[in-house]
């Protein structure tokens, strides 16, 4: 299409040009008729013969006596003017009878002049009419031949005027076809580059922005159903099996939502991996429904073709409304948080957006607008829970962890913020306020203390933290050995530059942590590729060695994998002195729970720092910890509430 539109510019303008130079052909064709035709020669010819017939005459009279010489006198002068008038050319080319005529009269002129005092005898004036008669014919034969020519030459113009007209109108005509064909082809264009604008390349399915012009169709309808559709895992399966196979498989999704919806919905691609379904009319919930749980069963059945991926699962999100309700950009929000919660929850499921759903988001909206000042306004406080030696229970260090008091909502769960802060960015100058706040606590305890803050893939991915790690030790006057960085698998997955930050801030003197060890989708290879100071195990593996003997079991060989790559073991989740026995057995070398202490404000750790043996002045005496033999009456020093069947410990990650 491009090349014929080329083409037909082309032409445009080479028609266009050629209509102009025939235009203007035209035009002196016309300039050349008028003129031909406005003035003809022949007329001053037949006048010339007129006049020596009238000198003919008057030299007659003279001579018979019926003429005075005055008439005669003033018949001749009146011919020899006619010389100087007497037209020797026709439309600017000379005429050579013209000129040879002319000169016969001024000869003839000449003679009659010399004859003038004797044209009184009757054989003079004979003689000179004789030659006046002659001049007079040769006129006459001048102005039929005159005529002939300047007939011919208007014809010639009029012959060449009429050909050009003939061919500016084809060049014309040709000018406007062409330009016809031309708007045709560049609506054609037109339409095609807004198809494109409109439709996925990948799978041919409508896109995002296709996707918001259908909001006129939902205008006035009686029930709009909006789904969200996400492939679970798909960057694993982009990563491991190839990018090819990963445009594979979403094409052969493309498919299966356009055969799914039919002529009763629409199916749009609105990013990497996540489509959207319309359904529009009576029972749209229930047939949007019905095409997610058919497509979730058709995709299931299809194989990826590599890796280890056995069953392919959607998170998949369902938003409705009656009567106008919402908008349908508002429903296709509502929609894809629903997908978010899906996929958060382990993805492999449908999530309906009702209205306690939306609701709930809202209230999430609001956390996410409030956080962003929360550390601006103070509203953030730093508590430590220590990591102890499983071994004579000193305290190692401490982990620091973050609370938030919300003005209106009050004390609210990290577990619940902190998502949300990553979500909008704010995680990144709060993970700030955490760092520098941990070090402004840290700098006040004993040089063998270390301190452990979380960090967050926003943080690790941000350009310049490594040296924004080293102004904040150098500003807190802390040993770079004392400061541990704990990351979560999570962090290595989102982080392109992972390897060359972690070089970094080894090469500073940081020890770093891998956090939340085999909970991950690929913890043993990230081992393999990257060098961890500390291995701490998740909580959900030490929770549960006293009932399962697989989680006692893959404590031991963490354990043991940890000292042959020369790393420190730390479990999470201690909350009993059986499973501080279990963990110690298992080779476990510190440890960190409710059984030793409750996350403390910076008070509370210092008076428990000097409370087990530790001070500036003074080297560490034996940890006098006493351990409940029953763990829900265990209390942590400052903290009136005794522990919980699980520790409420999160990561600012």
Not at 25 to 43: C, D, K, M, P, W
Not at 261 to 267: D, F, I, L, T
Not at 472 to 494: D, F, N, Q, S
Request: proline letters at 3%; a neutral charge; glycine letters at 8%.
């Amino acid at each position: 299409m491009r090349w014929f539109v080329a083409v037909l510019l082309v032409a445009t303008v080479l028609l266009a040009a050629l209509a102009i130079k025939t235009s203007m052909e035209t035009q002196s064709y016309q300039r050349g008729l008028v003129e031909a035709s406005s003035y003809n020669a022949t007329f001053d010819y037949s006048r010339t013969q007129v006049e020596i017939e009238r000198l003919a005459h008057a030299i007659t009279s003279l001579a018979e006596g019926d003429g005075t010489r005055a008439q005669m006198e003033i018949a001749f002068a009146v011919l020899r003017t006619r010389l100087d008038t007497l037209p020797v050319s026709i439309t600017g080319r000379p005429f050579r009878d013209a000129l040879t005529a002319r000169d016969e009269l001024s000869r003839t002129c000449d003679e009659i002049e010399a004859m003038l005092p004797r044209l009184a005898d009757q054989a003079v004036a004979r003689d000179a009419v004789e030659r006046l008669g002659a001049v007079a014919r040769r006129f006459s034969n001048l102005a039929t031949v005159s005529n002939a020519v300047q007939g011919d030459i208007v014809e010639g113009w009029r012959q060449r005027l009429s050909a050009s007209l003939d061919e500016l109108s084809l060049n014309l005509r040709l000018l406007c076809a062409n330009g016809l064909l031309l708007i045709i082809a560049l609506i054609h264009q037109k339409l095609h580059f807004r198809r494109q604008a409109l439709t996925d390349s990948l799978t041919g399915l409508p896109n995002r922005a296709a996707f918001r012009e259908w909001t006129g169709r939902a205008d006035g309808a009686r029930e709009i159903a909006i789904a969200v559709i996400d492939v679970d895992l798909f960057k694993e399966i982009n990563d491991d099996c190839g990018q090819q196979r990963g445009d594979l498989l979403l094409r052969r999704l493309g498919v299966i939502l356009r055969e799914a919806v039919g002529r009763r919905g629409e199916a749009a691609r609105i990013g990497g991996d996540e489509f959207a379904l319309m359904f529009i009319g009576d029972a749209a919930f229930e047939r949007a429904n019905a095409a997610c749980s058919d497509v979730a069963r058709r995709l299931g059945k299809a194989a990826v073709g590599c890796c280890d991926q056995p069953l392919l699962t959607l998170s998949v999100g369902l938003a409705a409304a009656r009567g106008g309700e919402r908008e349908l950009e508002a429903l296709l929000l509502d929609a894809d948080a629903a997908m978010y919660c899906a996929k958060r929850d382990g993805g492999n499921r449908l999530v309906v957006a009702t209205q306690e759903f939306r609701n709930e988001i809202e209230h999430r909206r609001q956390v996410q607008r409030d956080i962003v000042n929360a550390v601006s306004r103070g509203e953030f406080e730093t508590v430590f829970q220590p990591i102890v030696d499983t071994a004579d229970l000193r305290p190692q260090g401490f982990e620091a962890l973050l609370r938030w008091n919300h003005p209106t909502l009050g004390r609210l769960p990290p577990d619940f913020f902190i998502p949300l802060a990553e979500e909008n960015g704010a995680i990144i100058p709060i993970g700030r306020f955490v760092l520098d706040r941990a070090l402004t606590i840290a700098a006040n305890w004993p040089e063998a203390l270390t301190v452990s803050v979380n960090v967050s893939p926003l943080q690790l991915g941000e350009k310049g933290f490594v040296a924004d790690v080293r102004q904040a030790l150098e500003r807190h006057r802390v040993a770079p050995r004392r400061l541990i960085l704990e990351i979560t698998e999570t962090v290595l997955i989102r982080t392109a530059n992972a390897s060359a930050v972690l070089d970094g801030l080894r090469a500073l003197g940081v020890g770093i942590a891998l956090d939340d060890f085999g909970t991950g989708y690929a913890s043993m290879g990230y081992l393999r590729q990257y060098r961890f100071d500390k291995i701490k195990i998740d909580k959900s593996f030490v929770s549960t060695m006293i009932e399962e003997d697989k989680s006692a079991a893959i404590v031991r060989a963490i354990c043991g994998l940890a000292r042959e790559i020369s790393a420190t073991v730390v479990a999470e989740g201690i909350e009993t002195q059986q499973l501080l026995s279990l963990v110690a057995a298992s080779g476990c070398e510190s440890g960190q729970g409710y059984l030793f202490a409750r996350p403390m404000s910076a008070l509370h750790t210092a008076l428990f720092i000097e409370k087990h043996g530790w001070s500036s002045a003074a080297p560490p005496r034996p940890a006098t910890i006493r351990l409940a033999a029953n763990s829900s009456s265990v209390r942590a020093i400052g903290s009136d509430h005794p522990s919980g069947p699980r520790g409420d410990r999160v990561d600012v990650t």
